[in-house]
Nanobody, 113 residues
Framework: QVQLVESGGGLVQPGGSLRLSCTAS?????MGWYRQAPGNLRVLVAR???????DYRDSVKGRFTISRDNAKNTMSLQMDNLVPEDTAVYYC??????????WGQGTQVTVSS
């Protein structure tokens, strides 16, 4: 069983930036960030594998950057130029290739003036 601990999130004005971090208790191939807005399904935002290959949701390309430190089992998501539509609970998800099998507790990101 792998534990995922998230940090970051909060309230930011449109155009602002936030950084989310996730630390895993063990080695994991895929790590990613998913978000869920009220009334919506949880969707992929960005993910990265242990080799550094990345995938991004189209709406965040050019604004969000995912990175990881395999030696420390940590992953980060730098979110720039945030817009109100980015408001959601963000979850760290991890596991082998495929849907995540481990989840963090979630952290709220609110973009509002």
């Amino acid at each position: 069983q792998v534990q995922l601990v998230e940090s970051g999130g909060g309230l930011v004005q449109p155009g602002g930036s936030l950084r989310l971090s996730c630390t895993a208790s063990g080695n994991i191939d895929f790590m990613g960030w998913y978000r869920q807005a009220p009334g919506n399904l949880r969707v992929l935002v960005a993910r990265i594998n242990s080799g550094g290959s990345t995938d991004y949701r189209d709406s965040v390309k050019g604004r969000f950057t995912i990175s990881r430190d395999n030696a420390k089992n940590t992953m980060s998501l730098q979110m720039d130029n945030l817009v109100p539509e980015d408001t959601a609970v963000y979850y760290c998800g991890a596991g082998p290739p495929g849907p995540p099998i481990y989840w963090g507790q979630g952290t709220q990101v609110t973009v509002s003036s």
